[in-house]
């Protein structure tokens, strides 16, 4: 029995595809159905449901998958044990929202070049949640997104805030009359917002929905300095993190809204894989960089 085996059929089970599981450990299709062969053939067993689509796994298959979980994360664990000690040198695989790159990219990258010069970075823009599943499928080895504080990430993921801020609705300046809102007076100006799949706007979304009242998009738009620019225009409504806002070149057309029945707060989190050998220290870095980068805004 191989662990590669082992390791190609955790990835179809959790990519419910031979050819997202090939993408995702960088190799072919046919290598990965290979694997998977080899893996049934060794135990004797049907694991996978081939007449299904997505793949499936069978009721044998699905606990065969538990407990390679378990056998892959002590590989790791032991793999860790003796990588601890080199130079991080390869390629460190980091993900992080569009949100948050223009913010904390040039910064981070810089110092991780310079700290781990054997150390190549390759990063990857996306949700929050698209990030995560990309990390449970080996894609990434670190990322730094914007969730609520208290958020649960899957087992097998380590996570920590690196910052906390609070989310500000925000209006062209001079067009707030009130000094104080509830949402059910300004909700109708509509909003500039991400495209659906921003937990801002989910957040939004069901916090509107609580009090019977809809969410109306104006424009959505991915690049938080594009929809500030739009807001700082009369376009609607925007929703933006306290240190993006405070660091915008638009912020003197913006003024906040106080919005008394709706002040939503979120937090930076740093998550990886339990287990990441020499690249422990340049992810604590990145997350420390990203954090220290936020809060200076």
């Known amino acids: 029995m191989k662990i590669d085996d082992m390791d190609a059929f955790v990835a179809v089970i959790r990519c419910q595809s031979t050819n997202l599981a090939a993408e995702a450990l960088q190799l072919t299709q046919p290598a990965i159905t290979r694997r998977v062969q080899n893996f049934e053939q060794d135990l004797g067993a049907t694991l996978l449901d081939r007449n299904t ?38 390629t460190l695989r980091l993900g992080v929202p569009q949100t948050l790159g223009d913010v904390i990219l040039l910064d981070a990258l810089a110092q991780l070049r310079e700290t781990y010069p054997q150390l190549r970075t390759q990063v990857t823009s996306g949700w929050g949640s698209s990030l995560i599943a990309r990390m449970e499928n080996g894609e990434l080895d670190a990322a730094a997104a914007l969730f609520p504080p208290g958020k649960i990430f899957p087992e097998g993921i380590a996570s920590q805030s690196v910052a906390r801020m609070p989310l500000r609705v925000v209006a062209a300046k001079g067009s ?95 998550f990886h894989p339990r287990y990441l050998g020499n690249l422990q220290e340049p992810v604590e870095l990145f997350g420390e960089i990203a954090g220290n980068r936020l809060k200076a805004e």
């Open 53 to 90: 689509k997505p793949l499936r796994p069978t009721p044998m298959g699905l606990r065969v998958y538990e407990q390679c979980k378990a056998i892959l994360r002590e590989i790791d664990s032991l793999r860790e044990l003796v990588a601890n000690d080199g130079a991080p040198s390869g």
């Open 176 to 270: 707030a009359s009130k000094r104080s809102f509830k949402l059910k007076d300004c909700y109708t100006r509509g909003w500039v917002l991400n495209p659906d799949g921003c937990g801002f706007r989910a957040g939004l979304q069901r916090a509107l929905s609580e009090q019977g009242l809809s969410l109306t998009i104006n424009l959505e738009t991915f690049g938080t300095e594009l929809q500030l620019g739009l807001v700082a225009t009369g376009q609607g409504l925007g929703l933006v993190p306290e240190p993006l806002l405070e660091g915008s070149r638009h912020r003197d057309a913006l003024e906040v809204v106080n919005v008394s029945d709706f002040k939503p707060q979120v937090d930076l989190w740093l």
